[in-house]
């Protein structure tokens, strides 16, 4: 399974094309910038979501997604979009797209 999750900052639209899939499910818990106040919520395929499988298979990647957004403090928080799948985070602004991982 190809999962792919897709953050975005609370309050914004995205930016990048969000996960492939006909329905997106926007999952409960928002990541949070653990030194302010800016959250972003976490979108992922419907049929990825109610995986029995997905708490275990998401986890490393919400750690990474968490790491990205932690970094994203340190520019006021730009990157309105973070999107992952495998070890490789991409970052969507206004203005165009930045890989890292």
């Known amino acids: 399974m190809n999962l792919k999750i ?3 900052r609370s309050g914004t639209d995205p930016v990048g094309k969000l996960p492939e899939g006909s329905f997106h499910r926007w999952l409960d818990s928002p990541l949070g910038c653990p030194k302010c106040d800016v959250s972003y ?3 992922v395929d419907w049929d990825q979501a109610n995986d029995r499988w997905f708490p275990e298979n998401s986890r490393a990647l919400i750690t990474l997604l968490k790491k990205a957004i932690f970094m994203g ?3 006021d928080h730009r990157v309105t979009h973070f ?4 070890v490789v985070v991409t970052s969507f602004t206004k203005t165009g797209t930045t890989a890292g991982g």
Not at 83 to 86: P, Y
Request: charged letters at 15%; aromatic letters at 0%; a negative charge.
């Open 6 to 8: 897709a953050a975005i």
């Open 73 to 75: 403090h340190g520019t």
């Open 41 to 43: 919520n976490l979108c």
């Open 83 to 86: 999107e992952t799948e495998g």
